[in-house]
């Protein structure tokens, strides 16, 4: 099978190939390499790469299942990390000068399991410093390209893991997610990307930015990959304070959902729509209106005060993440990106009772969240107001005005305090050729459901199928 195929094709699909025997997984990883070793010079999309160790990895998938031992559809998988999940022997940086030469002596939780099913790792992601912003990244690694348009950000913060998977250089990456850092470079490089629901998956071995809303997550071409990587991340870790013992389920069973009899929320706060592009709602209007006709019941409705929201969780992101570099931030401040640095150091001047106020905040939407869940099954708004800005831009031009560009996350982190599942999958392309998308945001642990409905989107679409060019 060519190269060019396989480096094209999802989870799923390679997956029916490696248990025919159609395909090896040393062909697999071959034909990955040879991708990666083709565009990373134009990408920047990796700190490190282990192609010694990811040949070897798949040397012995293929030999488990040529010994009739085939542990599901992840096995003889490469896998991309963000360069903040622990991997036993392979340094770890977070993405940082801090940490450039830290090599863990055990896997982070979620990457064992990965492991455990077969998968395994390909390399670790470039990313923005320590998970801290949208396109901030350190002068050691520097910053990936869009495989869309070289020119334009990847959104971040995991950056490397979407314009890996979107360039074919893996078939799927893992993220974290605090404010939008799985859902927006899925959106802006033409992927679909879960956050799940808080505590599903350990984060054990995870570097942290806000311990009270990181959440790990897939970026992939598809609902089904994301599905079939869930079935294996998901589990109760006590070495994670934040998990929750809620029992398992089968994401890929939850793929035979479609929108018949589906309750779906439409967003119409003005804090979304201010600042969301004509293009992109044009597209979004147009993903309702076959959400619609495949027989979901959508309703406009608003949540409200979003604005406050939205500042309670850049409140507590503060003062947890200054609460965590308070050592090394004293002791090597130079050593930080200059806009990270200001961020973190913000902290040791938020009072006390700024952030009592913002968890008062969090508690209040916890209320309102349960209300509409009560009416609603889904909730849906678009991903990212804009497509993908051009690397030196400092705003996104608005008909009324500017929007500084790290306001890419606005529409993501509000589903991130109260720790929801939401999903983003590309719902067409700009006139410049740019990927747009919508999310869907479920109560908790209704990951099954968000997953399904994206599913059954890409089911009635084309656009997941695209990729870039390069």
């Given at each position: 099978m060519a190269d060019t195929l396989l480096t094209t094709m999802t989870v799923a699909d390679l997956a029916k190939c490696i248990k025919a025997k159609d395909v090896?997984?040393?062909?697999?990883?071959?034909?990955?390499?040879?991708?990666?070793?083709?565009?990373?010079?134009?990408?920047?999309?990796?700190?490190?790469?282990?192609?010694?160790?990811?040949r070897a990895a798949a040397k012995q998938a293929e030999a488990e299942i040529a010994a009739g031992n085939y542990k599901g559809p992840l096995h003889g998988i490469p896998v991309g990390l963000k360069d903040l999940f622990w991997t036993k022997g392979v340094r770890t940086t977070s993405g940082s000068a801090i940490t450039k030469d830290f090599v863990p002596s055990e896997d982070a939780t979620v990457v064992a399991k990965l492991q455990d099913a077969g998968a395994y790792a390909f390399g670790k992601t470039n990313m923005v410093e320590y998970a801290y912003g949208g396109s901030e990244h350190n002068a050691i690694y520097g910053a990936p390209k869009n495989p869309w348009k070289l020119d334009h950000v990847?959104?971040?913060?995991?950056?490397?893991?979407?314009?890996?998977?979107?360039?074919?250089?893996?078939?799927?990456?893992?993220?974290?997610?605090?404010?939008?850092?799985?859902?927006?470079?899925?959106?802006?490089?033409?992927?679909?990307?879960?956050?799940?629901?808080?505590?599903?998956?350990?984060?054990?071995?995870?570097?942290?930015?806000?311990?009270s809303m990181d959440h790990v997550g897939p970026l992939a071409h598809t609902a089904e990959d994301v599905a079939i990587a869930m079935n294996a991340m998901v589990g109760y870790d006590a070495k994670d304070p934040g998990s929750i013992n809620h029992g398992l389920e089968d994401y890929v069973e939850a793929l035979r959902n479609d929108f018949k009899g589906l309750r779906i929320g439409v967003l119409q706060d003005d804090f979304i729509w201010d600042v969301t592009l004509p293009e992109v709602k044009t597209a979004f209007d147009d993903a309702i209106t076959l959400i619609s006709g495949l027989g979901a019941a959508t309703e406009p409705v608003y949540i409200g005060n979003l604005e406050r929201l939205a500042l309670a969780q850049v409140t507590i992101t503060t003062a947890e993440a200054?609460?965590?570099?308070?050592?090394?931030?004293?002791?090597?401040?130079?050593?930080?990106?200059?806009?990270?640095?200001?961020?973190?150091?913000?902290g040791f001047f938020m009072p006390v009772a700024a952030y009592v106020q913002a968890q008062r905040v969090r508690a209040l939407f916890e209320e309102r969240y349960a209300s509409l869940f009560a009416t609603f099954d889904l909730l849906v708004a678009p991903t990212t107001p804009a497509p993908a800005l051009e690397a030196n831009g400092q705003s996104v031009r608005l008909p009324n005005g500017e929007m500084p560009s790290r306001e890419t996350v606005r529409l993501t982190r509000?589903?991130?305090?109260?720790?929801?599942?939401?999903?983003?999958?590309?719902?067409?392309?700009?006139?410049?050729?740019?990927?747009m998308a919508a999310q869907f945001i479920g109560k908790r642990f209704s990951d099954g459901l968000v997953i399904g409905a994206a599913h059954a989107y890409q089911q009635a679409t084309d656009w997941h199928m695209r990729r870039p060019s390069i």
């Open positions: 090896s997984p040393v062909d697999v990883v071959e034909a990955f390499i040879k991708q990666t070793t083709a565009t990373e010079p134009l990408l920047n999309a990796w700190i490190t790469l282990i192609p010694d160790q990811a990847t959104g971040g913060s995991s950056s490397g893991s979407g314009a890996a998977v979107a360039a074919g250089q893996v078939p799927i990456a893992l993220g974290s997610d605090t404010a939008g850092s799985v859902r927006a470079p899925a959106a802006l490089c033409g992927l679909t990307g879960l956050k799940p629901t808080y505590g599903l998956v350990s984060r054990f071995g995870v570097s942290p930015l806000s311990w200054n609460t965590y570099h308070h050592e090394m931030i004293q002791r090597a401040p130079e050593l930080y990106h200059p806009v990270v640095r200001r961020r973190i150091e913000a509000i589903f991130n305090p109260n720790g929801l599942p939401a999903i983003t999958m590309p719902t067409g392309f700009s006139k410049q050729g740019l990927p």
